[in-house]
């Protein structure tokens, strides 16, 4: 889970990109305060976007023993307008600004026997665990899942490295994860670490308790989460202090308000700190709950959201007359 971390800015170089799966690039960077890299790290990242910045986490999927080059990989998310395509126009010769590496995920070493789950994009956040622990001699499995074979960045390299200790599941050659037989074989004291869609990690976390096995042993990093909904526009609303303000398919309503000079609270920005709640008041549409930080029964009501992740998407059953299309989720903040 987060910690609080003191960030501190660099600019890095852009060395080298690369396509490495269907809508993932590879993008090598040159820090000018190299750091070495634990696996789990992740640097934040400023995204210069239409006159403003983005701030975006990414884990770094490998890095050079002292951290003088590191390696991201993106995601184009195909909503976006912003940030993951920003991303991907980088050129080498590129300058941005970044953190030192941040550990929010990491891995315990010494455990009996580890499960490493990769859903999509979450390989990177999992990639150099996995090659730790190879290079440590430690029991281990990676479970890798994605939509097809395409969609699978770093498939030869880790089959390369892992022989088979490497799974690979992909839905559309008819071999998806079960997430019931997958969390079943799981040793006894082993640990369970992944990243992936909130889909994939709500379920090994439901299949996880109902085992009754220990919570500490199942770790999580949360940020290459998507959602239950595709991300879309909408518009928030603030009666109080007269604020309404579009949300856009790739930033946050943290963003979107911060944007407008709204003072908000927040800490770990990836919906696990709970620091960035608002209470609902109304919702034209539904909410696509993103966070890790209240509990489905807390989510239910729609009554609360952490505005860092959590988004409004339109429902099919009609949006505000009168404004922009799209849903309108009308808040009170603290
Ligand atoms: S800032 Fe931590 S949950 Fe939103």
């Known amino acids: ?12 170089r852009v060395h080298a990109v690369e ?15 190299p750091h070495p890299v634990r696996p789990g790290e992740h640097v934040d990242v400023r995204v ?40 991907h126009a980088l050129r080498p010769g590129d300058v941005l600004e970044l953190t030192q590496p941040l550990q929010d995920f990491p891995l315990r070493v010494g455990a009996p026997s580890y499960v490493l789950l990769a859903g ?10 996995a090659a730790l622990l190879r290079r440590l001699g430690a029991d281990y499995r990676l479970v890798y899942a994605a939509r097809s074979r395409a969609a699978m960045a770093y498939a030869g390299e880790l089959a390369a490295l892992h022989g088979d200790r490497l799974e690979t599941h992909l839905d559309a050659e008819g071999t998806a994860l079960d997430v019931g037989a997958l969390v079943a074989g799981v040793p006894d004291g082993a640990e369970l670490y992944m ?4 889909r994939l990690m709500d379920a090994v976390r439901r299949a996880w308790a109902e085992r009754g096995l220990d919570p500490t042993n199942l770790r999580y990093e949360t940020f290459g989460s998507s959602g239950w909904f595709d991300a879309e526009p909408f518009t928030v609303r603030i009666p ?31 919906g696990e700190c ?10 034209h549409g539904r909410m696509d709950h993103r966070d890790v930080f209240y509990s489905d029964r807390q989510k239910a009501p729609d009554s609360r959201m952490c505005c860092c992740v959590s988004r409004a998407v339109t429902d099919g059953s009609g949006t505000d007359p009168g404004v922009r299309p799209g849903a309108v989720v009308t808040i009170d903040v603290p």
């Open 1 to 12: 889970m987060a910690e609080s971390h003191t960030r501190t800015w660099q600019r890095a």
């Open 19 to 33: 396509d490495v799966a269907e809508n993932i690039r590879r993008i090598v960077l040159h820090p000018e305060r």
């Open 48 to 87: 210069p976007v239409d006159g403003g910045v983005l701030e975006r986490s990414y884990s770094v999927v490998d890095a050079s023993s002292q951290g003088t080059e590191l390696a991201l990989s993106v995601f184009r998310t195909p909503a976006s307008r912003g940030g993951s395509i920003a991303m």
């Open 120 to 129: 999509g994009i979450g390989i990177t956040a999992v990639a150099a665990m």
């Open 195 to 198: 990243c992936g869609p909130i």
């Open 240 to 270: 109080r202090l007269g604020v309404e303000a579009r949300v856009g398919a790739d930033e946050s309503v943290l963003e979107a308000l911060e944007r407008r000079g709204v003072e908000m609270m927040s800490d770990c920005r990836r």
């Open 274 to 283: 709970g620091l960035c709640q608002v209470r609902i008041l109304d919702l």
